[in-house]
T-cell receptor
Framework: AQKITQTQPGMFVQEKEAVTLDCTYD???????LFWYKQPSSGEMIFLIY??????QNATEGRYSLNFQKARKSANLVISASQLGDSAMYFC???????????????FGKGTKLSVKP | ETGVTQTPRHLVMGMTNKKSLKCEQH?????MYWYKQSAKKPLELMFV???????ENNSVPSRFSPECPNSSHLFLHLHTLQPEDSALYLC???????????????FGDGTRLSIL
C-alpha cells in the first residue's frame, strides 16, 4: 500500500488565484511529520513547509499553508496568489516514528505537476 | 548559491564505463543521502550516511557504491550500469539522520544520468 498518495498528476491554476494540492497518507504511527517540496524543471527539491502530527495549528509559510486534517489523514498544500514561478512539480512526503517523525526516512508521493497560466 | 552542490549536472555513459557522482554540502550538516528519481515513480532512498557512517542501504545493487569521506562530501561510484539505471540522482543533507523531526532535508540540483 502506498504511504503517500497524491491523486492529481497535473493541475492548472490561473495566475493570482489560490490552488490546493491534495495529499493523503497512511500510517499507524501516532508520531510523524509531513513535508511539502517543490521541484522546478531544474531538478532541485526545495523545501516548502512542515507539519508535525502533534502540532495544534496548521503550518503556514508565506504564501504556503497546510490544511492538516488528522482524522482524514490528509495534508493538502494551499498556495495563495499563484505566481508564474510556482509552476513546478510538488511532492508530499512523510517521516514516521520519534517526535514529529524524527526517526524515520522521508517517503515521497508521486507528485503533482502544477502549471500556472498567465 | 545552493547549500548542496552536485556534479556533474548531466552524465551520459555506456554500460561498461566507470564514473562517479559528487555531492558537497556547505550547511554544516552531519547526514547525507542519495536518492534516485525515475520517471513516473516516487523518489527512492538509496543510501543514508550519518556522521560519515553508512546507516542505510535500501537494497541497492552493488553496481552503485557510495563513499562518504567526511560529513561534507558524498560520492556515488557507478560501474557496469544498466539502461534502467537512467534517472535523476539527487543528493540531500540534514543536520542529523535522526533529529527533532522538523528538520527538512536540503537537496541539490541532481545529476541526470543516461545509460546508453
Amino acid at each position: 500500500a502506498q504511504k503517500i498518495t497524491q491523486t492529481q498528476p497535473g493541475m492548472f491554476v490561473q495566475e493570482k488565484e489560490a490552488v490546493t494540492l491534495d495529499c493523503t497518507y497512511d500510517t499507524s504511527d501516532p508520531s510523524y511529520g509531513l513535508f511539502w517540496y517543490k521541484q522546478p524543471s531544474s531538478g532541485e527539491m526545495i523545501f516548502l513547509i512542515y507539519q508535525g502530527s502533534y502540532d495544534q495549528q496548521n503550518a503556514t509559510e508565506g504564501r504556503y499553508s497546510l490544511n492538516f486534517q488528522k482524522a482524514r489523514k490528509s495534508a493538502n498544500l494551499v498556495i495563495s496568489a499563484s505566481q508564474l514561478g510556482d509552476s513546478a512539480m510538488y511532492f508530499c512526503a512523510m517521516r514516521e516514528g520519534g517526535y514529529g517523525g524524527s526517526q524515520g526516512n522521508l517517503i515521497f508521493g508521486k507528485g503533482t505537476k502544477l502549471s500556472v497560466k498567465p | 548559491e545552493t547549500g548542496v552542490t552536485q556534479t556533474p549536472r548531466h552524465l551520459v555513459m555506456g554500460m561498461t564505463n566507470k564514473k562517479s557522482l559528487k555531492c558537497e554540502q556547505h550547511l554544516g550538516h552531519n547526514a547525507m543521502y542519495w536518492y534516485k528519481q525515475s520517471a513516473k515513480k516516487p523518489l527512492e532512498l538509496m543510501f543514508v550516511y550519518n556522521f560519515k557512517e553508512q546507516t542505510e542501504n535500501n537494497s541497492v545493487p552493488s553496481r552503485f557504491s557510495p563513499e562518504c569521506p567526511n560529513s561534507s562530501h558524498l560520492f556515488l561510484h557507478l560501474h557496469t550500469l544498466q539502461p534502467e539505471d537512467s534517472a535523476l540522482y539527487l543528493c540531500a543533507s540534514s543536520p542529523e539522520a535522526r533529529d527533532r523531526g522538523n528538520q527538512p532535508q536540503h537537496f541539490g540540483d541532481g545529476t541526470r544520468l543516461s545509460i546508453l
